[in-house]
């Protein structure tokens, strides 16, 4: 059963870090694309960072370029997400995924970023 837990939320200081992970499961992770996604009560889920399947080819969503970091441990089977310099707008339940589960209901719980002072 394809399994997506992510954690290391929580509450910080604008201008704060944060190191997010997920434990994925239940598929070959070294052989799928990562990503990174966010979402605030009322509005649609949005992509913010994705991964290749080896790591070599990032990209991400132009608000948090130069301040977030995707990366990926194939042999632990974990994806993980720094977040530097952070901002209120960051704010959001963040989640991870891969491409080929996007569009079916294989969705962890989230893990809450809350970004204030």
């Known amino acids: 059963q394809v399994r997506f837990a992510e954690s290391g939320g929580g509450l910080v200081q604008p201008g704060g870090s944060l190191r997010l992970s997920c434990a994925a499961s239940?598929?070959?992770?070294?052989?799928?694309?990562m990503s990174w996604y966010r979402q605030v009560p009322g509005k649609e889920r949005e992509w913010v960072a994705g991964?290749?399947?080896?790591?070599?080819?990032?990209s991400y969503k132009d608000s948090v370029k130069g301040r977030f970091t995707i990366s990926r441990d194939n042999a632990k089977n974990t994806l993980y997400l720094q977040m530097n310099n952070l901002k209120p707008e960051d704010t959001a339940v963040y989640y991870c995924?891969?491409?080929?589960?996007?569009?079916?209901?294989?969705w962890g719980q989230g893990t809450q970023v809350t970004v204030s002072s």
């Open positions: 995924n891969a491409p080929q589960y996007v569009r079916s209901a294989y």
């Open positions: 239940g598929f070959t992770f070294r052989n799928s694309g």
């Open positions: 991964i290749l399947s080896g790591g070599q080819s990032t």
